[in-house]
């Protein structure tokens, strides 16, 4: 099987950073795609960030400026550097890792970000 730890959520002040970092294990290679996504109460999960094995990144708007995924292949481990941080951003931040034919999630961490 395949699973996700993710670390680094919390709660912060407005224009506060916090960095999230997700680690994933099992049978998997260091060259699967891996992202963040994120679901707000009476909202569906949206995109926040995804990186390629290659390296390239994909913010969705509201994050760019200000959110930076990175990955450390050796490790199997994504991470998402959030700066600026805006009541807005307050969700549940789940990582995941696409695998050819099937997706996998981890199990969500909080980030809550006060005004």
């Known amino acids: 099987q395949v699973q996700l730890v993710e670390s680094g959520g919390g709660l912060v002040q407005a224009g506060g950073s916090l960095r999230l970092s997700c680690s994933a294990s099992?049978?998997?290679?260091?060259?699967?795609?891996m992202g963040w996504y994120r679901q707000a109460p009476g909202k569906q999960r949206e995109l926040v960030a995804r990186i390629s094995s290659g390296g390239r990144t994909n913010n969705a708007d509201s994050a760019k400026g200000r959110f930076a995924i990175s990955r450390d292949n050796a490790k199997n481990t994504v991470y998402l550097q959030m700066n600026s941080l805006k009541p807005e951003d307050t969700a549940v931040y789940y990582c995941?890792?696409?695998?050819?034919?099937?997706?996998?999630w981890g199990q969500g961490t909080q980030v809550t970000v006060s005004s």
């Open positions: 099992g049978s998997i290679f260091s060259t699967n795609p």
């Open positions: 995941n890792i696409e695998l050819v034919g099937r997706t996998y």
